[in-house]
C-alpha cells in the first residue's frame, strides 16, 4: 500500500418589393408599363451579418426589428443555438416571457453545454417567480463553467431574494474574486458588507454558514471530474468515485470562507479500503485547476493532511498516512471534522482529535469533498450532512 506521497456562411435575402397586384395576381392597371420592369437583385446578406444587425437593433431597444433579422437567421440554421439564444434575450428584453422561455430551452437542448443559455434561462425563471428552476440553471452553469462571473452575481440576487444571506455573500466573494476591476464592484462591496451583517446574524451563536443534506439534487456542487469520475447526487447523498489507479475527484459547492470549521459524514460503498476521502478547505482556484488543503482517513484506518500545489498533493506535518483508532474500517460510517483556523489545520474524526498541523500559504478559499485511488481504482465514497461552521 502507498500511503507514502500524493505526489453561416450559408444566404439570406430580404424580399424586394414587388408590382401591386390585382385580383388572381394580375398586375393591377392604370399607370404601370404593359411589362414590369426588371426588378433589382435581392440585397445578400449573411448569417453572420444577420445576428449583427439583430445585435444593433437590440442595442437599439428596436426589439421589432432585431427579432426580423433574427427570425431570418433561423430560417437560414434552424439548429443555431446562438441565433436561439439571441432570440430569447430579445423577447426577454421586449417582455416576451413565454417565447423567449421556450427559444432558451430549445438553445440549451441544442447545446447543453453553453453555460450562457443557463444563466439567461435561469435569470428568465427568477422573473417568472420559479426559484427553483433559477437555482438549478444558475448552478448548472457554475458547474459547465466555474469562473463564470455573472453567474455568481445573479444568483446572489436571487439568494437575497430567498433570504439566505450567508449563501449570497459567498457568491458575491467569488464574483469580486473573478473580476476584482467590474464596474459595479464598490456598489458589491458596499452590498457584500451589509448582506456579511445579516449572514452573521442568521448563523446566531453556533456560526453555522452552509449546510446541505444532498436531499436537494439542485444545491449547486460541481466537481473537476471527467468520464472516469463520478461526482452526483445519490440516495440523498453526494458520490465521489474515480475508476482509475492513483487518482483524486473532488466536488465544491462554490461557498468563499476563511477560518472554519467543516464535517460530513463518508461512507465507502465501492472500491477498495486501499483509498483516501475527505474534506477540503481553502480551495483556491476552481475546477481541474484548485490548490487546497485535504483532511483524508482511508478504509483500513489511516489518516493525514495533505496539501496540493499544482500538480502535486502531498502530505505536510507527517511522512506517511499512519493508522489511528478512532477510524471505523470498511464500509462503516465516518464523521469527517476539518478546522482551517488562521495557520492551523486540524483532523478529528467521529469526534476524536487524530491530528494537526500548520500551514499559511492558503488563507481563503472553497470548502469541499475529496475522493482518491491508489493502487486500485473504483473508489466510490457517498457523503452526507456537509456543513460549513465560523470558527472563531
Not at 134 to 147: E, K, M, Y
Not at 229 to 242: C, I, P, S
Not at 265 to 283: I, S
Not at 310 to 324: A, F, K, N, T, Y
Request: aromatic fraction near 8%.
Amino acid at each position: 500500500m502507498r500511503k507514502t506521497g500524493f505526489l453561416i456562411a450559408l444566404m439570406l435575402w430580404l424580399a424586394a418589393c414587388t408590382l401591386p397586384m390585382g385580383p388572381g395576381g394580375a398586375p393591377q392597371a392604370g399607370n404601370q408599363p404593359a411589362q414590369p420592369e426588371p426588378q433589382a437583385s435581392p440585397t445578400p446578406i449573411s448569417f453572420d451579418a444577420a445576428l449583427s444587425l439583430a445585435q444593433d437593433a437590440s442595442n437599439r431597444a428596436e426589439w421589432d426589428v432585431a427579432l426580423a433579422y433574427l427570425d431570418a437567421a433561423l430560417l437560414a440554421q434552424p439548429d443555431s443555438a446562438q441565433a436561439l439564444r439571441q432570440r430569447g434575450l430579445t423577447h426577454q428584453s421586449a417582455g416576451n416571457l413565454e417565447q423567449a422561455l421556450a427559444d432558451l430551452s430549445q438553445a440549451i437542448t441544442l447545446d447543453p453545454a453553453q453555460p450562457a443559455a443557463y444563466v439567461s434561462r435561469g435569470w428568465l425563471y427568477a422573473q417568472r417567480g420559479d426559484s427553483a428552476a433559477a437555482l438549478a440553471d444558475l448552478n448548472h452553469a457554475i458547474q459547465l463553467s466555474p469562473t463564470y462571473a455573472q453567474a455568481y452575481r445573479n444568483r446572489a440576487a436571487l439568494q437575497v431574494s430567498l433570504g439566505d444571506f450567508t449563501a449570497a455573500s459567498f457568491d458575491l466573494q467569488v464574483y469580486l474574486s473573478l473580476v476584482p476591476g467590474a464596474a459595479d464592484a464598490a456598489a458589491v462591496q458596499v452590498e457584500l458588507a451589509d448582506l456579511q451583517q445579516q449572514a452573521s446574524a442568521q448563523a446566531g451563536d453556533a456560526g453555522l454558514l452552509f449546510v446541505d443534506d444532498f436531499s436537494d439534487p439542485a444545491s449547486g456542487w460541481y466537481s473537476n471530474g471527467g468520464p472516469e469520475t463520478q461526482a452526483q447526487y445519490v440516495e440523498g447523498g453526494y458520490l465521489l468515485g474515480h475508476s482509475q489507479p492513483n487518482a483524486v475527484v473532488w466536488a465544491l459547492p462554490a461557498r468563499l470562507v476563511t477560518d472554519t470549521r467543516i464535517q460530513a459524514t463518508a461512507t465507502r460503498v465501492g472500491g477498495d479500503d486501499d483509498n483516501f476521502f475527505g474534506l477540503l478547505c481553502r480551495v483556491q482556484g476552481t475546477g481541474q485547476t484548485g490548490d487546497f488543503y485535504a483532511f483524508i482517513i482511508s478504509s483500513d484506518g489511516h489518516f493525514g493532511i495533505a496539501k496540493k500545489s499544482g500538480s502535486s498533493l502531498s502530505l505536510i506535518g507527517q511522512e506517511m498516512m499512519m493508522r489511528h483508532p478512532a477510524i471505523r474500517l470498511g464500509s462503516e460510517p465516518n464523521v469527517i471534522t476539518a478546522i482551517c483556523a488562521g495557520n492551523r489545520l486540524a483532523l478529528y474524526v467521529n469526534g476524536e482529535f487524530v491530528t494537526e498541523t500548520t500551514d499559511d500559504e492558503y488563507a481563503l478559499g472553497q470548502a469541499g469533498l475529496l475522493a482518491g485511488t491508489f493502487d486500485i481504482g473504483g473508489t466510490q465514497i457517498l457523503f452526507d450532512d456537509f456543513s460549513v461552521h465560523r470558527e472563531p
